[in-house]
């Protein structure tokens, strides 16, 4: 059976077994309508809204006058708004001339932040400027954490938009301090009711909210409670390191890593703990990433015939998780210093991928040199041999080597160990079996009546 | 091996009508029955056999795939990652099932055996069928049963699962091929079997 015949029969095993639930899915969300408020409805329920408040306001103008109205929309409506998340997260209602209606605290670092100030009638620029001037002095901007989230919420999105760059700017412009830059993530969100759940159940902002969820979207090993309670500046660092862009997030300056080890330091630490040098290691490859609590560099990369990966902890740079995989796949990115490995001692040598070509294995200490020239994957010297391998296996079966047909050796990884996987056949049976490549002891063998 | 993974690539496209699922989502965002039905149709097979290659087993599998047409019922209105439907969906699959797994682990009684999963609410499972989904469920590593998952039943290209999976492209490669010779020798050995 062939690659594609076989996954045409996982596709039906699996197609065939998927039970029909749709009825049930419709079924709980006719159930639960009044929950369910797609955007569209949304608005027209706003729109609604609207009505009321324009009826009772028609009542004023009865009494007041068309003036008195627009007085009213324009001075005290809610027209947008922004929120600031550093840590601290504040969130600032302006009316439609960009005036501030109120501010309020979001935790108790934004408590601290917003303390003996009141906003109320001033202008938004004014406000912002007080706000990112408080939160640079008391420590939550600095050096080693320059992020800042700005997102900016408002019906009509044209506007929020505006809004949204021209506040980038200017914080951005706020953060160019004499000893570091910032970074300024924004967005414009128009809410809904899944940001809202979010946001009341996790205690952030609709922004940081939004923020993580397209994180989430991006990467999929992500959850959105596991990043709830990173700074936007991790945030930052997260999403600019795996190199992801968000879709709807603007981005000025970048991420401080200064907090960290950094990326060259990361695969220093791990080049170190494997004994290989910076020019020998393959598509070397590091990025920053988010695991158990902590912030941690992944490092990746290729030497020989093996594929490491490395954990490192991002502040103390200590290795935190290391593993060594034979990669039996010639299929690498850019392999320039592949097959220049000459120094590793020769006598044990073996093509691993010799695949088809039957019993005439590449052993013994004449042909190893030539053939780690030509790019064939040399062994650690710490492995048997592919002929010692060999004889193990033939001496268990209690066959002598000339008679033995449809030879195959192959090297592989099992349950962490790495072993031979050798076939063979010999009159009527089949043999197969798996040899510890570093003890030489039998794991496993088959012996197989073969008609 | 850079042959076949050449050839390997460009046979499978990804789920095709990337175009069609954007306008069906679209669709749910707006209330449209119609989209909807024709979403589930469309994608739940991928949205299943994800979700069993992950959990292992039947039941909790159906829980995410009634959960996650739940959430794409309601969050469709938030759906941004045009030309990227199925990306979208399988994320949403993804969390579910880490959410499941997380629940599991709250889950006081211990676990019945995974590996011992029943096929029989379902009329149209045959007994070869059945043969494959045990051994996939129990000779592949967790790994490599969603790779072979993902590329074999939803046509993901290699490339797009190390993506998914958050791997090199290479591990990808070689899991999967290792993954259908696994498969394939079980075969071989269950007919001599017989």
């Known amino acids: ?451 | 091996m850079l042959f076949l993974c050449l050839t390997s690539t460009n046979e499978y496209g990804p789920v095709k009508d990337n175009d069609l699922l954007d306008e069906l989502i679209i669709g749910v965002a707006n209330n449209d029955k119609e989209a909807f039905n024709l979403l589930y149709e469309k994608t739940s097979v991928s949205v299943y056999s994800f979700a069993l290659s992950i959990l292992k087993n039947a039941h909790d599998a159906e829980d995410v795939l009634q959960d996650c047409f739940i959430s794409i019922y309601d969050s469709a209105s938030e759906y941004r990652s045009y030309g990227k439907p199925m990306a979208w969906i399988i994320t949403i699959v993804k969390n579910l099932c880490l959410k499941k797994l997380r629940d599991r682990k709250k889950e006081p009684e211990p676990l019945s055996d995974n590996t011992d999963i029943s096929f029989s609410d379902n009329g149209s499972v045959t007994a070869e069928d059945k043969i494959l989904l045990t051994m996939c469920m129990n000779v592949l590593s967790d790994e490599e049963r969603q790779i072979v998952v993902l590329h074999a039943v939803s046509g993901f290209r290699h490339k797009e699962i190390a993506q998914i999976l958050s791997m090199q492209l290479s591990t990808v490669l070689s899991k999967y091929n290792r993954a259908l010779k696994k498969l394939r020798k079980n075969m071989t050995k269950g007919e001599q079997d017989v």
Do not use: C
């Not at chain 1, 601290?112 to 640079?136: H, P, Q, R, T, Y």
């Not at chain 1, 268990?396 to 080597?401: F, I, N, R, T």
């Not at chain 1, 031979?420 to 496993?444: L, P, R, V, W």
């Open chain 1, 1 to 451: 059976m062939n690659n594609k015949e076989l996954e045409n029969k996982i596709k039906q095993a699996f197609s065939h077994s998927v039970p029909n639930v749709l009825d049930a899915v419709i079924e709980n969300r006719s159930n639960s309508k009044g929950k369910v408020i797609v955007m569209t409805q949304e608005k027209k329920k706003r729109t609604w809204i609207g009505y009321v408040s324009g009826i009772a306001a028609a009542l004023v103008v009865l009494v007041v006058g068309i003036m008195g109205f627009n007085i009213y929309n324009n001075e005290y409506k809610v027209d947008s708004t922004v929120s600031l998340d550093v840590n601290p997260s504040i969130q600032i209602k302006v009316n439609q001339n960009e005036r501030v209606l109120e501010v309020n605290p979001l935790n108790g670092d934004a408590e601290k932040v917003v303390e003996g100030m009141d906003f109320k009638g001033s202008d938004l620029d004014v406000a912002v400027n007080a706000l990112i001037g408080s939160m640079l002095r008391n420590g939550y901007i600095t050096e080693l954490s320059n992020s800042i989230l700005v997102t900016v919420n408002n019906d009509d999105m044209e506007k929020g938009i505006a809004l949204q760059e021209k506040l980038a700017q200017e914080i951005n412009a706020l953060l160019q301090t004499d000893t570091f830059s910032g970074a300024v993530l924004s967005q414009t969100v128009v809410e809904n009711t899944e940001l809202k759940n979010l946001s009341d159940t996790y205690g952030i902002t609709i922004g940081k909210a939004q923020l993580i969820q397209q994180i989430v979207n991006q990467n999929p090993l992500y959850t959105f409670e596991k990043l709830v309670p990173l700074s936007i500046n991790e945030l930052n660092l997260l999403s600019s390191s795996s190199n992801t862009t968000l879709e709807n997030v603007d981005s000025i300056g970048s991420a401080s890593d200064k907090n960290y080890i950094g990326v060259q330091k990361a695969q220093e630490a791990a080049l170190s703990h494997a004994g290989i040098s910076a020019d020998d290691a393959v598509a070397l490859h590091a990025e920053m990433d988010y695991e158990d609590g902590i912030m941690i560099y992944e490092v990746e990369f290729y030497y020989d015939v093996y594929e490491y990966d490395y954990e490192i902890d991002a502040k103390s740079g200590a290795v935190l998780k290391s593993e060594k995989d034979f990669d039996d796949d010639a299929v690498r990115p850019e392999n320039g210093n592949n097959g220049t490995s000459t120094d590793i001692p020769s006598n044990n040598n073996t093509s691993a991928d010799n695949g088809n070509s039957g019993n005439s294995t590449n052993t013994g200490s004449g042909t190893s040199s030539g053939s780690t020239g030509s790019g064939n994957s040399s062994v650690n010297a710490s492995y048997i041999s592919a002929e010692k391998a060999k004889q193990t296996a033939l001496s268990h079966a209690g066959v002598s080597e000339s008679d033995i047909r449809e030879y195959d050796i192959e090297m592989d990884r099992e349950d962490g160990i790495v072993v031979y996987e050798i076939n063979f056949k010999s009159g009527n049976f089949e043999f197969d079996y798996e040899i510890n490549a570093e003890t030489g002891s039998i794991i496993k063998y088959e012996k197989e009546f073969d008609d």
